[in-house]
């Protein structure tokens, strides 16, 4: 009784109580320390490329909710082992970072799953037929939309309302080039639109008109606009269904997360609001506006915030020019085969200038879309300008497309900060025939994606979907080999614009996410970051690089769950 008073008794002095008190803490810590936090799922027998410069390849992966815990060899990760941890056995199989795709336009990409497909019709009479067997599930009055066709295909010559005004005398059309920068309408979307041989001209736009004055179907960029009010809505219930369909759609190319670049207002964003309130996502979503609406932007995110890891906001998207395909992207010098034609302005810079500043002055990000040369030199110049006026901070403007892009300009990507957000399937797409467009000599900086890296620019990945496929695998191929859709340049179009696998794969993973200021959140398999990534049914690192297009996405798993798995 004598020992246990003064063992546990107040009279114990102070300097005995104080080491043991100590030693207990120290103890308490270490205990701490050591202990892991049990995984809700393990991955295991995996080559994983973390995208982590300081741990690249791993074996082993512990996830717990939506999040990383570790990432390295077996043993390290049996660590976090629970009883009820579940196990994925990756047979092997390469795991990279989920992709992100940094240019879509989902809705279309969505509601042209079930539209008329016409991008591989190789010939005007395969064209008409299309509409010939499309039009007979539909009811009279049903606008046909989308349908993406490439006059390309067939030797360059536009289509005319003339190719399908027999087919479709009760439906409406509005069928746009795969670039979305020039459509088809027939004749009776030309009457519903009221567009006439009398219809003026539009600033930024082109209506094609016959010999006599006579529109022929085709509408350019802003002339574009002339038919959009006539086309009816699609509606909450289609827009959900388009919304979901691309969701599964691109999962199942091991697509994570997109950036969508549809320059709208404020209105656009409620189909996307729709399915976050519903906890329907399987992709994440960054989702622009048009960069005239950056007050409204400003002001929601004052009220509302700028999103979860879900759905997010917080950029602008504006055009300056068109595409190269329907000759209206903005050129220094005449196009080789029109040499009376230098492309066009869709905007006028000293608005774009305004828009840009009011936007980077309220903290939101801007991208500007922008194809010839003489339109990314436009843009350069006003993102240095607004830069200079409103001061340094950490900006991060793009260049979506940046496609051709002159010598000169090409250091200023990184001087400036500005990040060329790009597409390589375009370069074996456009491959077949730019040369006859706009020469060899202005080719050779045409996606240049190595000059730019070169230059120590920062590259951001992605599709344009609905304009080409939201194929991450097809894009790493296409700026690995740049062989052509037709084959015609086994050994790459502009070969010195190759790029290796490692840097393309960046490009869809940590540049994408550096592009949405998600760097911390995505990007590459590291503790702390969301649990997206891709299991591929091949190793793209080791095969023949002409061969990477053949690949295969096996399983996407976004945020710890499987969304997509290969039947």
């Not at 020992?3 to 810590?29: E, H, K």
Request: charged share 25%.
């Amino acid at each position: 009784m004598h020992s246990q008073s003064i063992l546990w008794g107040r009279s114990l002095p102070a300097t005995f109580l104080i080491p043991c008190l100590l030693t207990l803490l120290l103890a308490s810590t270490a205990c701490r320390q050591t202990t892991k936090p049990t995984a809700d799922l393990i991955v295991t027998n995996a080559r994983i490329w973390t995208g982590d410069e300081a741990n690249t390849v791993a074996e082993a992966m512990a996830i717990g909710g939506d999040t990383i815990l570790a990432v390295g060899d077996l043993a390290e990760i049996e660590d976090y082992r629970g009883e009820q941890t579940a196990s994925l056995d990756a047979a092997g199989k390469l795991i990279v970072p989920g992709f992100i795709d940094s240019h879509v336009h989902f809705m279309n990409g969505g509601l042209g799953l079930a539209s008329i497909q016409l991008r591989d019709a190789k010939t005007p009479e395969a064209f008409a037929r299309r509409f010939a067997e499309y039009v007979r599930a539909l009811e009279p009055g049903t606008w046909i939309l989308e349908g993406n066709w490439d006059h390309e295909q067939w030797g360059g010559e536009l289509p005319t309302r003339e190719w399908i005004d027999r087919y479709t005398p009760n439906n409406p059309v509005f069928v746009q080039r795969l670039d979305g920068h020039m459509a088809l309408a027939n004749s009776a979307a030309l009457e519903a639109a009221g567009v006439t041989q009398s219809t003026e001209e539009v600033f930024g736009g082109t209506i094609v008109r016959d010999a006599a004055g006579v529109p022929t179907g085709i509408l350019k960029d802003n002339a574009m606009g002339l038919v959009y009010p006539s086309i009816p809505d699609p509606g909450v219930a289609q827009e959900d269904r388009a919304l979901r369909a691309a969701m599964e759609f691109v999962a199942s190319h091991g697509v994570t997360s997109i950036h969508n670049m549809d320059p709208g207002g404020i209105g656009l964003l409620e189909a996307y609001e729709r399915l976050r309130a519903a906890n329907q996502q399987i992709t994440r979503f960054y989702v622009a506006l048009g960069l005239r609406h950056w007050m409204d932007l400003r002001d929601k995110i004052q009220e509302d915030g700028a999103g979860d890891r879900w759905l997010k906001i917080g950029v602008l998207k504006a055009m300056i020019d068109g595409s190269l395909g329907s000759h209206t992207a903005a050129f220094f010098e005449p196009f080789t085969d029109a040499p009376q034609d230098t492309g066009l302005f869709v905007n006028r810079p000293d608005s774009l200038y305004r828009w840009i500043k009011g936007a980077d002055a309220a903290g939101l990000q801007v991208a500007v879309h922008a194809i010839g040369d003489k339109a990314i030199h436009e843009v350069l110049n006003t993102f240095e300008q607004v830069a200079a006026e409103n001061g340094p901070k950490d900006r991060r403007f793009r260049i979506e497309h940046a496609q051709h892009i002159a010598p000169a300009d090409i250091p200023r990507f990184a001087a400036q900060g500005v990040i060329a957000s790009m597409q390589p399937y375009h370069a074996i797409d456009d491959g077949r025939w730019a040369d006859k467009v706009i020469g060899e000599a202005r080719s050779k900086t045409t996606y240049a994606f190595r000059s730019l890296l070169d230059a120590e620019a920062d590259l951001a990945f992605g599709s344009d979907w609905f304009v080409a496929p939201p194929t991450p695998l097809e894009g790493i191929y296409a700026a690995v080999t740049r062989r052509t859709l037709d084959d015609a340049h086994p050994d790459g179009w502009v070969p010195e614009q190759k790029i290796t696998v490692t840097e393309a794969l960046r490009a869809y993973t940590m540049g994408a996410a550096f592009a949405a200021f998600e760097e911390d959140l995505k990007g590459s398999l590291e503790p702390g970051k969301l649990a997206d990534f891709v299991i591929l049914d091949r190793n793209i690192f080791e095969i023949a690089p002409e061969t990477i297009r053949e690949a295969r996405v096996e399983k996407t798993i976004v945020g710890g769950k499987v969304v997509f798995a290969r039947q």
